[in-house]
């Protein structure tokens, strides 16, 4: 029977978690649209910061990205093998370079320069390897050097290189010998005597289309003992060792034409540390 309005009404009160669903989505907030929207402004905020910053120089002088560590270890690393930016000296005694700075960096320069000399192919022939250590040596030790040199690079030696007792090559064929200076390394520098180590690379053999020694390179180290002689830095003693040696590139051999053709073209340099 349908209710008159004379006759009171009855309201139920539902529990909140009893509301209907229509009303609860009606009032209900989005938390996770909202999280969203927060983290996309906050990484679009870092992104424009970051590329803001990316050419900025950092007043500590630290890289960007780096701490002020890594730039000290950097910066200690680089020290050791970086030029000094000295020129090489103007002054030669018999073509090698002499009057080197009474200095560390001097006693390196006047290494790697004789140790191209010590390399070279006129080592082979006795004349010559006189005269490059009368230059190089000081006269105190230059007989003990002379007679060890002699051992080193005469008799038995130009005979394994295919050479006759003078130090020449057979007819046709150009024997190569030369040391390249890749690096130096002081070794307890003093005023009166250091050594130094000098890593180089060398080319050995002989050019030529009937060449049964074809020209080959090496890695070896050589280590220097020199003397302050009061004008110039002066071999004392010496010793060498094999490698380091990199890994062989991947790289086709050049025939005997071009090794003897660019022997002959390319000159060598003068070093300074």
């Not at 989005?30 to 120089?57: C, D, E, F, Q």
């Not at 970086?82 to 560390?104: C, E, K, L, R, Y």
């Not at 003078?166 to 024997?175: C, M, S």
Request: glycine share 10%.
């Amino acid at each position: 029977m349908p209710l008159s309005d004379d006759q009171p009404h009855t309201r139920t009160r539902l529990p909140v978690g009893e509301q209907p669903s229509s009303l609860a989505a009606g009032r209900q907030p989005r938390p996770l649209r909202t999280l969203l929207t927060v983290l996309v402004v906050v990484t679009l905020l870092v992104v424009a910061i970051s590329i803001a910053n990316r050419g900025k120089p950092d007043p500590s002088g630290t890289p960007a990205g780096g701490s002020a560590d890594r730039a000290t270890s950097t910066a200690t690393t680089g020290a050791g093998p970086a030029p000094s930016g000295d020129q090489p000296v103007d002054t030669t005694a018999n073509g090698i370079a002499a009057g080197f700075p009474h200095t560390d960096q001097g006693a390196q320069s006047a290494a790697a320069n004789y140790a191209v000399a010590i390399g070279s192919a006129d080592m082979f022939r006795t004349d010559s390897r006189h005269t490059i250590v009368a230059t190089i040596a000081d006269p105190t030790a230059t007989p003990t050097l002379q007679a060890r040199l002699d051992q080193g690079f005469g008799g038995d030696t130009v005979t394994r290189y295919g050479l006759d007792a003078q130090g020449r090559a057979p007819k046709g064929l150009t024997f190569v010998s030369r040391t390249v200076p890749v690096g130096t390394k002081s070794v307890g520098y003093s005023d009166t005597e250091t050594k130094v180590e000098v890593w180089c690379t060398g080319l050995t053999g002989l050019a030529g289309e009937r060449s049964v020694l074809p020209v080959v390179a090496n890695w070896f180290t050589l280590t220097f003992t020199l003397r302050w002689t009061g004008s110039d830095w002066k071999l004392t003693d010496y010793a060498s060792r094999q490698g380091p040696a990199p890994m062989p590139g991947d790289q086709q051999a050049a025939t005997a034409d071009e090794i003897t053709g660019a022997v002959q073209q390319f000159g060598g340099f003068r070093y300074a540390r």
